[in-house]
C-alpha cells in the first residue's frame, strides 16, 4: 500500500508520491488477484463461465481495464465528465467519432427515454429507472475495447414513512459485458453495496484492525480470524 506523506513532508517526497500514484498500484494488486480468482476458477472446472466483477470508481483507470484477464468481464463506476467516443462512421477514417460525450449529457438528454426495470436493492424489490447505451468506447482507459454505458436515474427514498423524499446521487456504469441484459448488470451492480456493509460491520462491531499484536504472524492472522468468524456467522 502506498503510503501518503505527511503535512511535513518536502517537494521531492510529494514529488515522489505522485509519481508513485500514477503507476496505480492498488490496481496493479488487484489484477494480481483477479488473474489468480481466474486460474483458481479453471481449476475448479469453471474454465467455460465468465468473471462478472463489480469494481467501485477508484479502478476506473487504464490499468486496470487494460490489464483484465480473458474471460473476466467489469463492472466499475465511472465518472460523470469521463469522455466517451462512439465507433466512427463506415468508411471514416478514424476509428471513434471526432466528438465525444458525457455520461452525464446522456442522463439529461430528454431524447434517449429512460428503462423501468424491478432490482432487489436494501432488502426489497425497487423500481429503478435507467438508460442504456451500446457501442461506447473510452479511449482514455479502455482504447478500442468496446463497451457499455448504464445510468442509472436518482432512486428517491425516505428516511420515515411521513419524512420527505430524497434522491440518491445517479450512477454512471461502464462495463466490458456486451451479453448479459442491462437488469443483470445493474442488479451486478447493486448487489456490490453488501461488500460496504461487510466492512462497516467488521470494523466497526468485530474490532477488524483494532486489535494490539506484535508479533509477526499474529498481524496477517487476527484480521483474517475475525473475518472468518464474521463470515460463520452470516
Not at 506523506?5 to 488477484?33: F, H, T
Not at 446521487?169 to 448479459?180: F, G, H, N, S
Not at 456490490?192 to 504472524?217: L, M, P, T
Amino acid at each position: 500500500m502506498l503510503k501518503k506523506p505527511g503535512r511535513k513532508a518536502d517537494a521531492q517526497e510529494i514529488a515522489r508520491y505522485k509519481a508513485e500514484s500514477r503507476k496505480r498500484p492498488s490496481s496493479r494488486m488487484a489484477l494480481d488477484r483477479l488473474r489468480q480468482l481466474r486460474e483458481d476458477f479453471d481449476a475448479a472446472g469453471a474454465a467455460d463461465k465468465d468473471l462478472l466483477v463489480a469494481l467501485d470508481g477508484g479502478f476506473c483507470n487504464r490499468v486496470f481495464f487494460g490489464g483484465v484477464p480473458q474471460r473476466v468481464e467489469l463492472v466499475v463506476r465511472c465518472r460523470k465528465d469521463a469522455k466517451l467516443h462512439s465507433g466512427a462512421q463506415p468508411g471514416d477514417r478514424r476509428f471513434y467519432s471526432k466528438d465525444s460525450f458525457a455520461p452525464e449529457s446522456v442522463r439529461t438528454d430528454e431524447g434517449r427515454p429512460y428503462t423501468s426495470g424491478c432490482f432487489f436493492h436494501g432488502g426489497d424489490w425497487r423500481q429503478i429507472r435507467y438508460k442504456e447505451v451500446t457501442g461506447v468506447f473510452w479511449p482514455h482507459g479502455a482504447r478500442r475495447r468496446p463497451l457499455r454505458l448504464i445510468i442509472l436515474a436518482p432512486t428517491p427514498y425516505r428516511n420515515s414513512p411521513n419524512g420527505r423524499t430524497n434522491y440518491r446521487q445517479p450512477a454512471y456504469i461502464l462495463t466490458t459485458d456486451l451479453k448479459r441484459s442491462a437488469c443483470q448488470i445493474i442488479q451486478c451492480y447493486l448487489d456490490r453495496w453488501q461488500i460496504e456493509v461487510n466492512h462497516r460491520e467488521e470494523k466497526s462491531q468485530f474490532g477488524v484492525g483494532d486489535a494490539q499484536v506484535r508479533n509477526a504472524k499474529s498481524v496477517p492472522r487476527q484480521p483474517a480470524f475475525v473475518v472468518a468468524v464474521y463470515a460463520m456467522m452470516l
